[in-house]
């Protein structure tokens, strides 16, 4: 009876997990390989606005890069993790010190996993007061973890002053979290802490360092559109060009 009420709560857990309807608070897909990319959901000025975020599976844990950005789903995403691949997460990235990113160190930290962040994001948490990280990534780092390995890399100031990517060389897949928009975005979103003036520069960085990307996962929308990477340099131009016009 208790091995058969074991079975129930891991398929009800796979269920509340990987289904995919609209209104699920923790949607999860399958990129490639050992990826997969999971969305949350947060109400931002009356507004439902998803956001999207990626772990890796590894031989040695799972790696999360950014937290969700619906503080409810912290542990039902562990939860979900270790009910589909019987693994525990080791590590978590936050890409920028925006909440939808940084949201979840103190959590994951107390739960005895690794987190890291770039010196910049630590800096600006800690002047803001919040959680931080307890590894600081130099910017252009390699990871090995497991059978897997990935550059940490700082292109420069753009979404936000701190953001940071990671590549994935031979995957080919580009985790830009809020650095890239989706390439379904009509604008550039959020831009208080922006410098859409460095963003261009940082983005040409981003093509010229990492080549024919196979996948590109932005912060937020769609993320099947390759073009996204394109798509976010030319909202960047137009903006851009749209300024200096009204400055004259």
Known sequence: ?????????????????????????LQISHLTGDFYV????????????NANAMYLVTDEGVV???????KTQFQPLLDSIKAKHNK????????????????????????????YSGKLTDT??????????????????????????????????????DNIIVWFDKEKVLYGACFIK????????????SDVKEWEKSIKKVQ??????????????DWNDIESLNHTLKLVQEYNKAKATNKK
């Open 182 to 193: 989706s390439a379904s975005a009509k604008d550039l979103g959020y831009l208080a802490d």
């Open 88 to 115: 525990d997460v080791i590590m978590c990235f936050a890409t920028h010190s925006h909440d939808d990113r940084a949201g979840g160190l103190a959590f994951y930290k107390q739960k005895g996993i690794k987190t």
């Open 124 to 161: 600006i948490l800690k002047k803001n007061k919040e959680p931080r990280a307890q590894y600081i990534v130099p910017n252009d780092t390699i990871f090995k973890v497991g059978q897997h390995t990935f550059e940490v890399y700082y292109p420069g100031k753009g979404h936000a002053p």
């Open 1 to 25: 009876m208790r091995k058969l009420a074991s079975i129930l709560f891991f398929l009800t857990i796979l269920s509340n997990s990987f289904g995919q309807a609209k209104n699920t608070p």
């Open 38 to 49: 999971y969305r949350t959901f947060h109400d931002y000025q009356g507004t439902l606005i």
């Open 208 to 221: 010229t360092k990492f080549k024919n990307p196979t996948y590109i996962i932005p912060g937020h929308e």
């Open 64 to 70: 999360l890069f950014d937290a969700p950005w619906d």
